[in-house]
């Protein structure tokens, strides 16, 4: 056999693809839009949720790429930002997307969009040229842009007007209707010992010294906050109830808002006075009681082995 004289080739003139294969299960999603929009900030809201994401990819690309990660079984899902700096490679999108749609990929096109008016004031504030600008005005290279993604934008599965959104609005926008997830706030529980330092990441500290210290019972003393004996006496200790139900209460309230300031994680310390006893077994059960109200949560025990 000899080869094809006239190969197919992408509008770019790039050699397309003759033999597919299959990428199923694979989730594409071509993340693009106007300059200016909220792309990066986009793509860095993807990243955050597990998404792979590659920014500024020539089109004719994303089937090697799509390849090179799902055999190396590293991802399922693909984020690639692509937009007017890819010139002429930009013609090749659409072929693009039907060759990796014939091999089972999923593929969305989500196009980020704003008015004319908000795109020059973030440009003038950002004091920065458009990328299309050269040497006319920021408005005409505005304008210029508009015309060369008219046909994605016109074919896009998602188009998002981010003129009235602030940062905060597009994360949530984009973790529900891109990403299709709900966002969960991760908290971080750990217990330490005050003798040995505060934690330096501590978004709020609680204080259980005033608890009765197992360390004073020679029974208790070898043992730590995760042994059922001293998890009884200090869960079981004058006061103890009373103020795993009254933080617990204070920090849904607070969690709960957390989520609206794109915040993804929060560390809370509970500290006794070596770490070993006390506040371990109320950061277990802290910890497990927050769990019940929906989040994420990590216990961990930074001084148990110290106290």
């Known amino acids: 056999m000899t080869d094809d004289p006239h190969p ?9 693809p003759t033999s597919l294969l299959r990428g199923d299960g694979a989730e594409v999603l071509v993340l693009t839009g106007m300059s200016g929009a909220g792309r990066t900030r986009a793509a860095a809201v993807l990243a955050d949720l597990g998404w792979y994401v590659v920014d500024n990819l020539p089109p004719h690309l994303m089937g090697d790429l799509v390849d090179s990660l799902l055999g190396r079984g590293s991802t399922r899902k693909l984020a690639v930002v692509v937009d007017a700096r890819g010139g002429a ?3 090749d ?9 014939l091999r089972g990929v999923a593929v969305r096109t989500a196009f980020l969009d704003a008015s004319d008016d908000t795109l020059v004031r973030r440009f ?12 006319g005005t920021l408005l005409e290279g505005i304008r210029r842009e508009r015309e060369l993604v008219s046909a994605i934008r016109r074919g896009a599965d998602h188009v998002i007007d981010t003129s009235r959104l602030n940062v905060h609005q597009l994360r949530e926008v984009i973790t529900a209707e891109i990403a299709s997830q709900v966002p969960q706030l991760h908290v971080n529980v750990q217990s330490f010992g005050f003798k040995n330092g505060l934690p330096v990441d501590a978004d ?12 004073w019972d020679p029974a208790l003393r070898p043992l ?18 009373e103020f795993i139900d009254g933080y617990t209460e204070v920090l849904d309230g607070v969690l709960q808002r957390y989520r609206a300031h794109d915040k993804p994680s929060v560390t809370v310390g509970v500290g006794c006075t070596g770490g070993k006893h006390r506040s371990v077994a109320i950061a277990e059960e802290l910890g497990r009681r927050l769990q019940e109200r929906g989040y ?3 216990v961990s025990h930074r001084d148990r082995t110290l106290g």
């Open 8 to 16: 197919p080739t992408y509008p770019s003139g790039i050699p397309r």
């Open 89 to 91: 490679f930009l013609e």
């Open 93 to 101: 999108l659409g072929p693009v997307v039907e060759d990796l749609q």
């Open 124 to 135: 003038e504030e950002a004091r920065r040229p458009h990328p299309l600008q050269a040497d």
């Open 204 to 215: 709020f500290v609680a204080d259980v010294r005033f608890l009765a210290n197992p360390h």
């Open 224 to 241: 730590t906050g995760l042994d059922a004996p001293v998890r009884e006496h200090v869960l079981t200790g004058l006061g103890a109830q």
């Open 296 to 298: 994420a949560v990590r």
